[in-house]
């Protein structure tokens, strides 16, 4: 397969983004690769089977389950063994809507109920850990909500206002992980760009940078792990503003130009950095490509077991990040 070289334009037609079948495997795929000269009714509990977690069996309570995040991370939970919770909010009132995951019907919650159904919960279930996967127009408002009432939380949802999300729970002072990505293969290739942003900081200076993303037609936000990406370059020196990231959500170009699976068009994540030196000698080029959910349901189920140890252990309450998820053994 031809690589990239300077006088390619980034990302158009003629460069698709390289598949994960190039490595002979159609899903998670990460590649990065560098070139140089030229080449390139508040219902009780419901308890799931217990399996591989022996021991860990807290409460769950997934917000978004109507939707797709909520729903994989709702399977994920009840097949790890952890109690899931049969409540959810949605963004409407839907009196008697129910959805069914596994054996657990799940009663969803328009916004004016959602104060009470919350903190009636957590008095009933002190040990419940909240999981986050609704909209970006809805970080805000639920953060504060969760704040309001204490309660631990997961926040996988992306975009809104985030440094005000950050002040909100640092104010408060409760438990959270929040983070843009739960892929832990993910989570750990942002924390290699960390390291290297902290240890050679200004390394790339000069570089020009490019960056496409390509989700599903729904995903309303700009990439949030194409943000952070993005911070990290800035670090390394390169000048670079975040609205400049191309968005693709149009399927066709998903298909022909991006190079993702048909079957994946609904839920996938495909992320590429192109880096070029002034001179166009030296290029540099970074790919996670993600088929499906399944990496990032595992990721937060993590995070909300980490939560959960933390909670019991009555360690610091304070932001906690995938890192952390991570450096505490959870890399499996
Ligand atoms: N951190 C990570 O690793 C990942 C993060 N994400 C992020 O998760 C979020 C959800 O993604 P996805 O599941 O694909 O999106 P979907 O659109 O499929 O689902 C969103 C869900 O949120 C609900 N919802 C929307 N607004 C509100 C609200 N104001 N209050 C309560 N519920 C609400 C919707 O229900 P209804 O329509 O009934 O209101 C729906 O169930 C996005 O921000 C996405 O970027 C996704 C994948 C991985
Ligand atoms: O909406 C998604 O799908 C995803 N959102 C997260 C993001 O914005 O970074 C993570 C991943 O890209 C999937």
Same mark, same amino acid.
């Given at each position: &397969?031809?690589?990239?070289?300077?006088?390619?334009?980034?990302?158009?037609? $003629?460069?698709?983004? $390289? $598949? /994960?079948?190039?490595?002979?495997?159609?899903?998670? /795929?990460?590649?990065?690769?560098?070139?140089?000269?030229?080449?390139?009714?508040?219902?009780?509990?419901?308890?799931?089977?217990?399996?591989?977690?022996? *021991?860990?069996?807290?409460?769950?309570?997934?917000?978004?389950?109507?939707?797709? &995040? *909520?729903?994989?991370?709702?399977?994920?939970?009840?097949?790890?063994?952890?109690?899931?919770?049969?409540?959810?909010?949605?963004?409407?009132?839907?009196? @008697? +809507?129910?959805? @069914?995951?596994?054996?657990?019907?799940?009663?969803?919650?328009?916004?004016?109920?959602?104060?009470?159904?919350?903190?009636?919960?957590?008095?009933?279930?002190?040990?419940?850990?909240?999981?986050?996967?609704?909209?970006?127009?809805?970080?805000?408002?639920?953060?504060?909500?969760?704040?309001?009432?204490?309660?631990?939380?997961? #926040?996988?949802?992306?975009?809104?206002? $985030?440094?005000?999300?950050?002040?909100?729970?640092? !104010?408060?002072?409760?438990?959270?992980?929040?983070?843009?990505?739960? *892929?832990?293969?993910?989570?750990?290739?942002?924390?290699? &760009?960390?390291?290297?942003?902290?240890?050679?900081?200004?390394?790339?200076? %000069?570089?020009?940078?490019?960056? #496409?993303?390509?989700?599903?037609?729904?995903?309303?936000?700009?990439?949030?792990?194409?943000?952070?990406?993005?911070?990290?370059?800035?670090?390394? %020196?390169?000048?670079? !503003?975040?609205?400049?990231?191309?968005?693709?959500?149009?399927?066709?170009?998903?298909?022909?130009?991006? *190079?993702?699976?048909?079957?994946?068009? %609904?839920?996938?994540?495909?992320?590429?950095? @192109?880096?070029?030196?002034?001179?166009?000698?030296?290029?540099?080029?970074?790919?996670?490509?993600?088929?499906?959910?399944?990496?990032?349901?595992?990721?937060?189920?993590?995070?909300?077991?980490?939560?959960? +140890?933390?909670?019991?252990?009555?360690?610091?309450?304070?932001?906690?990040?995938?890192?952390?998820?991570?450096?505490? %053994?959870?890399?499996?």
């Amino acid at each position: &397969m031809a690589l990239l070289n300077s006088h390619t334009p980034l990302f158009s037609l $003629r460069t698709p983004i $390289r $598949r /994960c079948t190039f490595l002979g495997r159609t899903r998670s /795929c990460l590649r990065i690769r560098a070139s140089a000269a030229r080449s390139c009714a508040i219902p009780s509990v419901a308890i799931a089977p217990a399996t591989s977690q022996a *021991g860990l069996s807290f409460p769950v309570l997934i917000n978004g389950c109507t939707g797709k &995040m *909520g729903r994989a991370v709702a399977d994920a939970a009840i097949s790890t063994g952890l109690q899931v919770v049969p409540i959810t909010f949605s963004s409407k009132e839907k009196p @008697h +809507k129910t959805i @069914h995951v596994g054996s657990v019907e799940i009663q969803v919650y328009g916004p004016s109920y959602k104060e009470n159904v919350l903190s009636s919960m957590y008095d009933e279930y002190p040990d419940i850990v909240v999981i986050d996967y609704t909209a970006p127009d809805a970080v805000n408002v639920n953060a504060e909500l969760y704040c309001k009432i204490g309660v631990p939380f997961v #926040m996988g949802t992306t975009g809104g206002d $985030r440094e005000l999300l950050y002040k909100t729970v640092r !104010d408060a002072n409760v438990y959270a992980v929040i983070s843009p990505q739960m *892929g832990k293969q993910v989570v750990a290739f942002l924390a290699a &760009m960390e390291i290297m942003a902290k240890q050679f900081p200004g390394a790339f200076s %000069g570089y020009s940078l490019g960056v #496409m993303e390509s989700h599903q037609v729904g995903k309303k936000d700009i990439s949030g792990t194409a943000k952070a990406v993005v911070s990290y370059f800035q670090k390394l %020196g390169v000048s670079y !503003d975040m609205d400049q990231i191309k968005m693709i959500r149009d399927p066709k170009k998903q298909l022909e130009m991006v *190079g993702v699976p048909e079957e994946y068009i %609904g839920g996938h994540a495909f992320h590429m950095y @192109h880096l070029s030196s002034p001179d166009d000698t030296v290029s540099f080029e970074f790919q996670h490509n993600v088929c499906g959910r399944s990496i990032y349901a595992e990721g937060t189920i993590d995070a909300a077991i980490f939560l959960s +140890k933390k909670v019991q252990s009555k360690d610091d309450k304070k932001i906690y990040d995938m890192v952390d998820v991570l450096r505490e %053994g959870n890399m499996r």
